[in-house]
């Protein structure tokens, strides 16, 4: 059955059943679909309306409002949607860490090569993630970890086809794919703005600080201006440590504004992160960085000049 059947069948059920407490999932057509919601996948949301139970496609869906919630959560639609990122384009409102963190959770990974360990987050459904260029400089054998939450519990999933697509070690960005044959679907983030960030706001990180896989800390934004050798970071006085490295710097609303890079090691609550705006600018510019394996060290692809600007043999 189509989605639209679906959903005409669904504004019929609903206008005679009755919930106190409904979940409304809004559509991008406008409609709206109200029930309890039974499961939230990574590519639909299983709805039940009263007399049937209706499996909607996250692509078509633009926000989710639970039953007694008034903000909407982020939902960030699949990689087939023709997006390679999501980029919020609204002002969020802030909503609770706890409820964050059960929602995006299983978007933060744990990045691993033989000389150590960082973090990341997944941007796209097919497995596009980012990461920072000091966690796999000089590496070619990376694997990801990925924590699922499988009826409440947390099955964790190592991939270790891993490949470099792109990388800036000037903004100490990395852009990285997982290509294991029967890899799934994986739930991404949405890219904010620290742009739209005051100081003193509240932000929280998920990483694996000294190894701990899914750490959350949670601090404010102490500056957005701080000069550190030539570039802008974001300070917070959210707790970083090695093994955070690349790993999401949220919102309220689980929105990523920075990428976690660095902290000053004689001292406490003195983190920096890379702002959201240099990650957007380095994905839609993925092609001028692309990984070469010819160069390794080198985030630029040189192409071969127009053959009639190459010198031609003189006739004798």
Not at 109 to 133: C, H, K, M, Y
Not at 165 to 190: C, E, G, M, R, S
């Amino acid at each position: 059955m189509s989605l639209k059947k679906h959903l005409v069948i669904a504004s019929l059920l609903v206008g005679g059943a009755q919930f106190n407490f409904a979940d409304t999932i809004q559509l991008k057509d406008q409609s709206a679909v109200s029930g309890r919601i039974l499961a939230e996948k990574s590519d639909s949301v299983v709805v039940d309306v009263g007399y049937t139970v209706l499996i909607i496609p996250r692509n078509v869906i633009t926000h989710i409002i639970k039953a007694n919630e008034t903000n909407p959560p982020v939902v960030a639609p699949l990689a087939d949607s023709g997006q390679f990122y999501y980029a919020s384009s609204h002002s969020f409102v802030a909503r609770d860490v706890s409820s964050l963190v059960k929602q995006i959770g299983e978007s933060v990974v744990q990045v691993r090569t033989p000389e150590g360990l960082g973090s990341g987050f997944f941007i796209n459904a097919d497995g596009f993630l980012i990461t920072n260029f000091h966690v796999i400089e000089g590496e070619t054998e990376i694997s990801v970890e990925v924590y699922r939450q499988t009826d409440g519990n947390l099955d964790r999933e190592i991939y270790k086809q891993v490949k470099i697509i792109a990388i800036n070690k000037f903004h100490d960005l990395a852009l990285l794919q997982i290509q294991d044959k029967d890899a799934p679907k994986f739930k991404p983030v949405t890219l904010g703005s620290s742009d739209a960030l005051s100081v003193g706001d509240a932000v929280f990180a998920i990483g694996s600080p000294l190894g701990l896989e899914r750490t959350v800390t949670q601090g404010i934004l102490s500056t957005k201006t701080r000069e550190l050798e030539g570039e802008l970071y974001l300070q917070t006085s959210t707790q970083i440590n090695p093994g955070n490295s690349g790993g999401p710097l949220f919102n309220l609303a689980g929105e990523v504004v920075g990428v976690t890079n660095m902290k000053i090691t004689f001292g406490e609550g003195l983190g920096f992160a890379i702002p959201v705006e240099l990650v957007k600018s380095f994905l839609d510019h993925r092609d001028a960085f692309a990984y070469s394996t010819d160069n390794p060290n080198n985030p630029y692809r040189y192409l071969e000049p127009p053959s009639r600007t190459k010198s031609k043999p003189t006739d004798k």
